[in-house]
Every structure is written in C-alpha cells, then in structure tokens.
C-alpha cells in the first residue's frame, strides 16, 4: 500500500519542468481557497437563516476537524513525503507530521457541513474548492494522497456528527426558546390590554 501511495504522489507532485503559473496557482488554492470559501459563506449567512445555519455548522466542523487533526497527528506523527526525499517540496513545511492534511480536512469538513442548504449546489462548489485545495497539497509536495484520503473521510464524517450532534441540537433549543419568548411576550400584551380596559 505504501508502494502504491509513494508512486501515486510521484505521479501528481510538480516536478521541476511543470510551469511556474501551476505552482502559483497550486499556492493561491493551496493558501487562499480554503478562506474564500469561507467568506462566500459567510457573505450568504448575511442574507439568509439556513446560511447562518450553515455558517455555523461550517465553523464548528473546521474547528472538531483541527482538533481531530491535531489529535492524530500527536498520537501517530506520520512524516509527509520530505522525510523520505521524495520529490519536490514546493512549500516548506519542515518535518511535522502530515497525516491526515489539515488543509484538507478542514476544507472539506465546510464542504460537506453545507448537506444541511435545502439545495445541493453549494455543497458540490464547496467540493470542487475542496478538491482543488487537496490536488494542491500533494502537488506542492506536502502531503501524500493517503493524507488526503483520509482527510477527505474525516471532513465527510466530521461534518455530519457535528450537524447532528450539535448544530441541530442547538438549532432547535434556539427555536424553543424562542417560541416561548413570543408566547411570554404575547402574555404580557393581553395582560395589559386587559388592564387598560378594566
């Protein structure tokens, strides 16, 4: 498996021929895609309930998805490709571990935290970005595509505890709680009227 995964890295990692736009393009998805996204996200969240709802769960799988990372990565420290003088690292990175990608993880965590929109069509642009950004990890060197792999099934399952588990959950406190607010607050309306009346 590993003789599999050194050979598909090889395949995909720029060699020293590729055009310097593909390595400048690979940095701009690599860096930057990962915080457009969440700011189309964002900017959606202004004019609607479901997207802030949807920002929401979006903010909390990136953060479980980091902490799971992160968590990985101190209890299995899996070296990225440098460690083995494996072909080119565009980017440094030293010698952290690399398994699962953090970058994509926490891009694909967004992606698929957005299942929730009634239409799919975000979620599939947000996976297109998502793809982008781990294409771009691997090509600049810094990941092998077992790290984005299994960052991929981590984001997937990240996003769906979370929804589930916490934004629904909370969601639909919020809404109770409102509900009663409304019912208090139309109490005290007929209670004065009653009284102005009388």
């Known amino acids: 498996m590993q003789g599999f995964d050194f050979a598909l890295f090889r395949l995909i990692n720029a060699s020293a ?77 030293g010698v952290r571990p690399g398994f699962p990608s953090m970058h994509a993880a926490g891009t694909f965590a967004a992606a698929f935290a957005l299942w929730c929109l009634p239409s799919r069509v975000p979620m599939l642009a947000a996976l297109v970005v998502a793809t982008l950004v781990a294409w771009s990890r691997v090509y600049l060197g810094l990941h092998f595509p077992s790290d984005i792999v299994a960052a991929t099934m981590l984001g997937a399952l990240v996003a769906i505890v979370v929804e589930r588990g916490a934004s629904r959950p909370m969601s639909q406190a919020a809404s109770v709680a409102l509900v009663a607010r409304r019912r208090s607050a139309r109490l005290r309306l007929r209670r004065a009227a009653s009284l102005n009346t009388d």
């Open 17 to 93: 021929t590729v055009p310097p736009w593909s390595l400048r393009f690979a940095e701009f998805c690599s860096d930057l895609l990962p915080a457009l996204l969440t700011l189309a996200i964002g900017v959606c969240a202004l004019f609607s309930r479901r997207w802030r709802y949807a920002l929401f769960t979006v903010l909390l799988s990136v953060l479980a998805a980091w902490i799971v990372v992160s968590l990985i990565r101190m209890v299995a420290p899996i070296p990225r490709p440098a460690y083995y003088g494996l072909g080119i690292q565009w980017v440094p990175q």
